[in-house]
Each structure stands twice: as structure tokens, then as C-alpha cells.
């Protein structure tokens, strides 16, 4: 199973190159919360360009699943990635811990905190 972090899952949205390796995947790809929470906070503060029903339409999409871990377990192992202050990092990368899945990423600080057996480098 794959859990895409925020930038995997808009470059998958929008068909960009980066996102090649997504798309042809057989396994499963799910979001977390925390990204739909990051990604409504991107449109109001402007840092992202997109239709009032940007969020809607991403957790309709047929595409992926959003997975909603329970919340102690997840809110725990994200307490222990101290490494980051970003706390959507640390609730994606506890997200993906908790349920033994990869993380599909670009960000290379949290590449480097993954294990290979945890990220899917974009």
C-alpha cells in the first residue's frame, strides 16, 4: 500500500511527469486526513491556486482512498518523529508507519528520516 503525501498526491492529480511511477502501480494509494486538513489550508492562505472544490473533489476521486487511522495510535508515533516541526510531515510519515505502508515523496528531508522500505521516491 502507498500513502501519498500532499505534493504525490496534487502531482498526480494534475498528470505531472514526476507522478509517472504512481500510475502505474498495482498496490492501492490512499491519502491521510492530515493531507486534506494541509491541503485546505494551502488554498486559504494562497499558497495554492485552486477551485473552492478542490478538497470535495479530491476525497471523491476513484483514484485513492482517504484511511482514517485511529487517532491515539497515529497522534502517539507522530510524537516520536521530532526531527520536523511541520506537523503535517510528522502526521503523514506516522500515518504511513502506523499502517506499515510506503510514503510516495519528493521531499528529501523526509526521504532521508524514511527507511527504504517506507518511501517511494518521486
Do not use: C
Amino acid at each position: 500500500m502507498i500513502l501519498l503525501d500532499t505534493n504525490a498526491l496534487l502531482w498526480l492529480d494534475q498528470g505531472h511527469r514526476r507522478a509517472r511511477g504512481l500510475t502505474s502501480e498495482s498496490r492501492r494509494l490512499h491519502l491521510s486526513p492530515a493531507t486534506i486538513l494541509e491541503l485546505q489550508m494551502l488554498v486559504e492562505i494562497g499558497r495554492l491556486k485552486a477551485g473552492a472544490d478542490l478538497v470535495e473533489r479530491i476525497v471523491l476521486d476513484d483514484r485513492w482512498l482517504v484511511d482514517e487511522p485511529p487517532a491515539l495510535g497515529w497522534f502517539e508515533e507522530a510524537a516520536d518523529l521530532t526531527w520536523t516541526r511541520d506537523p503535517f510531515d510528522r502526521l503523514i510519515m506516522a500515518h504511513a508507519r502506523l499502517r506499515g505502508w510506503k510514503v510516495a515523496t519528493a521531499d528529501q528531508r523526509m526521504l532521508a528520516q524514511l527507511r527504504p522500505r517506507e518511501r517511494m521516491e518521486l
